[in-house]
C-alpha cells in the first residue's frame, strides 16, 4: 500500500493548473474529492482552485471550511463571504440538498468561524447540523464491494458515498469499519497501480484514484482532522486487525510539518509524533481506536499514564485520549488484551 500512496502523493504534487486539467466539464463532487486530495498533501494552490471553482455549489460548504482547517487562511472566510452567504441561502431554499453537504459542509464552517472567535458566524451555521441519529454502527454496517471502486468507475457517484470510504462520521457514526476502511484504500491504490500500467491512459482518472487514495488513508484510516488556524490538530487512528505498521513523513497543515509513525507488535501499539517545521508547538490532540477489549497500561514519552479508555465488547474495539504539546518528539505506547 505504500507505494500506491506514494504515487497519489507524486500525482496530486504534481499538479499545477486546473483549467489544463478540465478536458471535460467535471462534476462538483469529482472537483471536491481532487480539493481534498490536494489539501492532504500540501498542493495549496491546486485546493484554492478547486474552492473557487465549487462556488455556487452544494459543495462549497465542506471544500470552503476544509480548506481552512488544513491550511489555517481564514482570510478566505472574508474573501468568500459572497459565496459562503449564497451557499447558506441555498441551504434555506432547497431542501433537497444532500444532508451530507449540509452537516458536513456547515460542520466545517462552523469550525472555520470558532477557530477565529466568531461565535456569532460560527452558531448562523451550527444550526444547519441535523441532530437526527441513525440506526448505523461499525458493528452492523457490513457492505460488499462497492461498484464505484472499479476501474470503469473511478469515483464515487453521491456526496454519501465519498464520506463513507473518506471514513467520515456522519450524525456521529462511522459507516465503515476499520478492517473496511483498509481494504477500500488498498483497493484504491490497486486500481490506480493497474490503471497507470494501461496502455491507454486517462490522466483525470489517475488524477481522481489519487486524491481518493490519500483522503481515505489520511481522513479515514489515519483519521486527521486539522484545525491550523487554533493551532490543534487531531489524529485519531482506526487501526485495522492486519495492520502492522504506516509511516507518514512531511505532513504539511498550514505553516507546520510534522512526522507521525505507528509500529504495532502483538498487542503493543507504538506512536511516534514530531513536528518538523512550525512557528510554535502544535497541540495534538490523540485519540487512537484499537483492536482489543481492555487496555493494560498507557505509556507516555516512557512513563506510566493514567488515562481514561473505552471499550466496545461488540466491536473489540477500544479507544483513549492523550493530549500533548509537540515541543518535542513524543511518543504514546498503548498495551492492549
Same mark, same amino acid.
Given at each position: ?18 483549467? /489544463? ?25 491546486? %485546493? ?29 472566510? &472574508? ?8 451557499? =447558506? ?9 444532500? @444532508?451530507? +453537504? ?10 472555520? +468561524? ?7 458566524? %460560527?452558531?448562523?451555521?451550527? =444550526? +444547519? ?11 452492523? %454496517?457490513?457492505?460488499? /464491494? *462497492? ?12 456526496? /454519501? ?24 484504500? =488498498?483497493?484504491? &491504490?490497486?486500481?490506480?497501480?493497474? @490503471? ?6 486517462? *490522466? ?8 481518493? @487514495? ?7 484510516? $489515519? ?18 486487525? /492486519? ?14 510539518? !510534522? ?12 506512536? $511516534? ?14 485519540? *487512537? ?15 506510566? %499514564? ?27 505506547? !498503548?498495551?492492549?488484551?
Amino acid at each position: 500500500m505504500d507505494s500506491g500512496l506514494e504515487q497519489s502523493r507524486d500525482i496530486l504534487l504534481d499538479c499545477s493548473d486546473f483549467q /489544463e486539467l478540465t478536458t471535460e466539464i467535471f462534476e462538483d463532487l469529482e472537483i471536491l474529492s481532487l480539493t481534498l486530495g490536494w489539501l492532504g498533501v500540501g498542493n495549496y494552490p491546486m %485546493a484554492y482552485s478547486g474552492l473557487k471553482a465549487l462556488a455556487d455549489t452544494p459543495a462549497f460548504g465542506w471544500a470552503c471550511g476544509t480548506y481552512v482547517a488544513w491550511t489555517g487562511d481564514d482570510y478566505i472566510l &472574508n474573501e468568500m463571504d459572497g459565496p459562503i452567504n449564497k451557499w =447558506k441561502g441555498h441551504l434555506d431554499s432547497d431542501p433537497s440538498v444532500s @444532508s451530507i +453537504y449540509r452537516n458536513l459542509g456547515a460542520g466545517a464552517l462552523a469550525a472555520a +468561524y470558532h477557530s477565529r472567535r466568531d461565535a456569532s458566524s %460560527a452558531q448562523s451555521f451550527e =444550526k +444547519y447540523i441535523s441532530n437526527e441519529k441513525k440506526d448505523l454502527s461499525r458493528n452492523n %454496517a457490513r457492505i460488499q /464491494e *462497492p461498484d464505484y471502486l472499479t476501474p470503469t468507475s473511478t469515483l464515487p457517484e453521491t456526496p /454519501e458515498q465519498l464520506a463513507t470510504i473518506l471514513g467520515t462520521r456522519h450524525q456521529g457514526v462511522a459507516i465503515l469499519a476499520s478492517d473496511q476502511l483498509y481494504w477500500a484504500c =488498498k483497493k484504491l &491504490n490497486r486500481v490506480l497501480t493497474d @490503471s497507470l500500467n494501461l496502455e491507454i491512459k486517462n *490522466p483525470t482518472d489517475h488524477l481522481f484514484l489519487a486524491s481518493l @487514495s490519500i483522503t481515505c488513508f489520511l481522513c479515514g484510516l $489515519v483519521g486527521i482532522l486539522p484545525d491550523v488556524p487554533s493551532g490543534r490538530v487531531t489524529i485519531g487512528p482506526n487501526i485495522p486487525e /492486519e495492520s502492522n505498521g504506516f509511516k507518514i513523513q512531511g505532513l504539511r497543515l498550514g505553516p507546520d510539518t !510534522i512526522d507521525f509513525s505507528y509500529m504495532r507488535k502483538e498487542s503493543e501499539y507504538t506512536f $511516534v509524533f514530531e513536528q518538523k517545521k512550525g512557528r510554535v508547538p502544535l497541540n495534538l490532540v490523540f485519540q *487512537p481506536n484499537l483492536c482489543g477489549s481492555k487496555i493494560d497500561h498507557i505509556y507516555v514519552d516512557g512513563g506510566l %499514564a493514567d488515562l481514561e479508555w473505552q471499550a466496545d465488547l461488540q466491536t473489540s474495539r477500544v479507544d483513549t485520549q492523550v493530549q500533548l504539546y509537540l515541543d518535542k518528539q513524543r511518543q504514546v505506547t !498503548i498495551l492492549s488484551t
